[in-house]
């Protein structure tokens, strides 16, 4: 806690640090001074690299297919903190997300909730208990007390924080916190995502969000629901209550994705709750229709320490019908090209074993079936088709592939000056 205390101290030390925004290699604006920087510097050397994250414009990729870049111990390499929740018949999804997802840095609480049966919930725990790797690593923890959710209810919500509580518990020793389903899946590989937010300054909050609830208002703010999963042993579904709310007038409602990438420090503000605002704003949500759309980002659009560190993005691709029904479209392998042009580290929905997964699989993620996706840690030979991850290297060590381009893109137009602060808690 003490170190880590430290390290976010040093990140923000105003002598090494003008601006919040980190983006050490974005100083050159031609492409041979950038390779110049590359060459001679090593990230976050001296103070000239910190600059406040303005154009959009300086890639800090050459080649097209890069070369192995270490991140020199003046940084550590971000590490991610992963829930990948899942419901009934969804163990074998969760699993190959799961692999997709898994880099020995990272940490990862897997929870089949209290829909699916038994026997499934046995079959993934032996399974995480059983792997090799994580067995090596013990950096998978699987929620066996499994618990009721329902879907649009706040024991979504309670599921999430019940996850971070412990993400926190365990050493908490990561900067982000991911909540996935099994039916996610990365576009991108583990190594990529964390090159392009070893860029980042520690404290940004991916979160879509919204203060224009519209219809939302008269729909969900207004009415006022009940969760029997709150309580009962058995699952139902909400229900409503006859009698109808005020919109709140102590805080501002936001509305927006319900998938997100928030900082270790703002998870630390909501579970800590030494602010109260964390813990009423939950108490209201327990009453609220979908209120996995709303908790996070009202409590972040409400607390002036954190509203300026939101980016206002849930980095994943998403297709929804025209009109929209209530679920987005399950992707396919017609999606794959929007997909990939989204630049987006994450797409969902998907169907068990859909083809388009295996193409992902190939093409962006160098997967092979039933294994991890491979990065610079991986040292096992590649020889008759051997898995390199069977024997682990050098942990922080980075391979990134194209997908490291890509998203470093859409994190640049996000972070840009038209983007960024004009979209924050509107
Ligand atoms: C591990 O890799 C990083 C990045 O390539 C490098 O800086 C570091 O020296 C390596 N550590 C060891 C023990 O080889
Ligand atoms: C977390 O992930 C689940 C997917 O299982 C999603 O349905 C939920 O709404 C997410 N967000 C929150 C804030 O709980
Ligand atoms: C947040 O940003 C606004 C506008 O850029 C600025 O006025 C304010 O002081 C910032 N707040 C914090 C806590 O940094």
Same mark, same amino acid.
């Given at each position: 806690m003490k170190k880590l205390r430290s390290f976010y101290m040093h990140l923000k030390h105003p002598h090494t640090i003008k =601006?919040?925004?980190? /983006?050490?290699?974005?100083? &050159?604006?031609t492409l041979s001074l950038s390779l110049l920087f590359l060459l001679t510097l090593t990230p976050?050397?001296?103070? =000239?690299?910190?600059? /406040?994250?303005?154009?959009? &414009?300086?890639?800090?990729?050459?080649?097209?297919?890069?070369?192995p870049i270490g991140i020199s111990d003046a940084v550590r390499p971000v590490r991610f903190a992963y829930l990948i929740s899942g419901s009934n018949h969804d163990g074998d999804m969760l699993r190959r997300t799961l692999l997709a997802l898994y880099h020995p840095n990272n940490r990862y609480v897997v929870h089949l909730d209290a829909e699916s049966s038994p026997e499934e919930r046995l079959r993934l725990h032996e399974f995480v208990v059983n792997h090799p790797l994580f067995m090596k690593f013990g950096n998978v923890v699987m929620i066996t007390k499994a618990n009721l959710v329902t879907y649009r209810g706040p024991t979504m919500v309670a599921n999430t924080l019940h996850a971070a509580a412990m993400l926190l518990r365990d050493g908490g020793d990561w900067d982000w916190f991911i909540n996935l389903s099994a039916s996610d899946y990365p576009l991108v590989t583990q190594d990529d995502l964390i090159y392009v937010f070893s860029t980042l300054a520690r404290d940004v909050n991916f979160i879509d969000h919204t203060s224009n609830i519209g219809w939302k208002e008269f729909q969900r703010a207004k009415p006022v629901i009940v969760d029997p999963g709150l309580y009962m042993s058995e699952k139902s579904d909400v229900f409503w209550i006859t009698q109808r709310r005020s919109v709140p007038t102590a805080f501002k409602l936001f509305t927006g994705s319900a998938w997100m990438v928030l900082s270790r420090q703002f998870v630390d503000f909501c579970i800590w709750g030494w602010d109260n605002l964390p813990r009423t704003v939950l108490m209201y949500y327990a009453?609220?229709?979908?209120s996995p759309e709303g908790y996070f980002h009202t409590v972040i659009c409400n607390t002036k320490e954190f509203r300026n560190t939101t980016v206002n993005s849930d980095l994943h691709f998403i297709a929804w019908d025209n009109p929209p029904k209530q679920h987005p479209h399950y992707l396919t392998l017609q999606d794959m090209t929007r997909m990939i042009d989204s630049n987006a580290p994450f797409a969902r929905k998907f169907h068990q074993d859909e083809p388009v997964l295996d193409r992902i699989d190939s093409e962006l993620l160098f997967r092979g079936p039933d294994r991890i996706v491979p990065g610079g840690w991986c040292a096992g030979s590649r020889e008759s088709g051997s898995d390199p991850c069977s024997v682990a290297g050098n942990l922080t060590r980075l391979d990134p592939t194209s997908g490291a381009q890509r998203l470093q893109k859409l994190v640049s137009s996000l972070l840009s000056e038209e983007s960024f602060r004009p979209r924050q808690c509107r």
């Open positions: =601006r919040k925004w980190i /983006y050490p290699l974005a100083l &050159g604006s976050l050397a001296g103070n =000239r690299l910190y600059n /406040y994250y303005t154009t959009a &414009g300086t890639s800090v990729f050459i080649e097209n297919k890069l070369r009453n609220f229709i979908s």
